[in-house]
């Protein structure tokens, strides 16, 4: 029956249904696992629930008491400075060691390696270590340092104004190392020609930099861009492991979106105004999404 | 005698200018290892030594390592996140190269439809599907199993598009031929197109594998049990205590920070290599 039934049937048809059997078990997976979720996330964003009890539709009213919350006002400001400060100085710092390390070549391996092994270690082990680095006097090398060149103690991650680049610091310095080898590889894919084509008409360092090693970049640079912002924009590891009982820093002054909704999803077991929050960092990083496809297409 | 002047004629054509960067930019490479150097170096030190400035300790002690592989459930730990990696590490070589594959190399209507519905998923964070993926896990009894802390990573549509990326550039000739010689279609996958991607498979390897040894929201939340904690949680789990032994906390730290560094010491080449490919392609 099913012998006759496949050698009845075309070689195109025979190979659509090998794709689909193929696909078969995937298709299950995005729809379980990803797909219904999302729909989940959306649908529960307008639901009153602790978890136990039964849900109850409340419309928009999460998403009121978000935005009137003076909270949420303060964590999605730290949000977006983890970003809009974090990306720049990881990328202009990336960049600047990405151009002179390419150039180099006694040692080069062995200081690319330096630079990159940062990204490979677990930011909850190197919180740890940066938390000791942040302590007062006897101890914090932080301040030991500050002190020999007389200057007075930071009290750092204990405080409002410095807590959040305390924090930020860590994140940056782990994820220099990835930027600059793709920095490098994008200095290398560079044709060759153009160098030379600019070093005949004397062009000077700046003007090779200026004119042909940063426009070729761009693609790269706007990936990077997105890449990070995206990261800091979903930072929560460090914060959850750097501030005091993971409290997000004194009077919330570290606290990321994540942290707030890892806090009212699995502390509080507010989970409809912990679904709502999720909803708006989703549009937070489409925002960022679609922001880079209409910069790649104003590109070409 | 003559070796040194060979020396000095060798400096004579180095540029000044280039010596001033390259000192820069070892400066900075050493700052960047610094914190990784002092964690181990306080790894070594005894208790009361910890709170003391310096590189070297004076009396180097075994003492803390014993006591986090004796005395702390480390062990498990490091079981627990090998095991869910390597396992959702193999999943993802598996299926995101069939499907990668298939959307690739095969014509069928709706192609395009399951192309673009899997890229989206790229949109969706996973902070969003945390909620419900802990409902679900509560629903089906996931909560403290290694298939709950690995399952939601099992596909991924990263993972996919880089496959597809590969496939798209091996010769349809190659698939036909093997067609006409009689070789079953998943034959022609498995044995003539995987091993000619195995640089892509190296990448997706590597940037999965460490992605889930480093993972921590989603397993922070899915386990509650002590044993089944991976390695980030249970350094994590350090945080509640109420007095730190910081030199068992760097002990341990070292232990998850150090089997990474080794593997990529030895795979540098294949690891950066990788990383500039999954980095371009993607």
Known sequence: MFNKFWSDLSINQKLAITAWIFLAVPIIFYVTIRFYPTYEAFYVSFMKWNLLGAKKYIGFKNYFKIFGDDDFWIVLWNTIKYAVIGVPISLLISFTVAYYLNEIKFGHQTIRAFYFIPFLTTAI??????????????????????SWVGIPQQ????????????????????????????????????????????????????????????????????????????????????????????????????????????????????LGRASALTVILFLLLLTVSLLQLWFMRKQR | MSSNVHMIERLEKINPKKVIIWTLLFIGSIIM???????????????????????????????????????SKFLYWGLNSLWVATFSTLSVLFFDSLVGYTLAKYNFRGREIVFIAILSTLMIPTEMLIIPWYMMSREF????????????????????????????????????????????????????A???????????????????????????????????YTIPVGLASFNGENETNWEIVMTASCLATIPTLFVFIILQKYIIKGIMLAGLKG
């Open chain 1, 125 to 146: 082990a190197m919180a740890w270590v940066w938390r000791w680095f942040y302590q007062p006097m006897p101890i914090g090398y932080f301040n030991i340092i500050l």
């Open chain 1, 155 to 270: 009290p750092f991650l204990q405080s409002v104004e410095q807590g959040l680049y305390a924090i930020m610091a860590p994140a940056v310095w782990a994820g220099l190392g990835f930027q600059i080898v793709i920095f490098i590889a994008g200095i290398r894919a560079i044709p060759k020609s153009h160098f030379e084509a600019a070093e005949i008409d004397g062009a000077g360092r700046v003007q090779i930099l200026r004119e042909i090693i940063l426009p070729a970049l761009k693609p790269t640079t706007i990936f990077l861009v997105v890449i990070s912002t995206i990261g800091f924009l979903r930072i929560f590891d460090q914060v959850y492991s750097m501030s005091e009982d993971s409290a997000g820093g004194p009077l919330n002054s570290t606290k990321p979106l994540v942290l707030m909704i890892y806090d009212f999803a699995f502390d509080e077991y507010k």
């Open chain 2, 33 to 71: 290892v610094t914190p990784i150097i002092f964690m181990v170096s306080m790894s070594f030190k005894t208790g009361q030594e910890v709170y003391i400035f310096s590189l070297f300790p004076e009396k180097a002690t075994f003492d803390n390592y014993l006591f986090v592989l004796k005395e």
């Open chain 2, 141 to 192: 009894g996931w909560i403290d199993t290694y298939w709950g802390i690995a399952f939601p990573g099992l596909m991924t549509g990263f993972g996919t598009f880089l496959m597809r990326q590969f496939f798209m550039s091996l010769p349809d000739e190659l698939i036909e031929a093997a067609r006409i010689d009689g070789w079953s279609e998943f034959a022609i996958w498995w044995k003539i």
């Open chain 2, 194 to 228: 995987m091993p000619l991607v195995i640089p892509a498979l190296s990448a997706l390897a590597i940037f999965h594998f460490l992605g889930n040894w480093t993972a921590f929201l989603w397993p922070l939340i899915i386990t509650n049990d002590p044993d089944m």
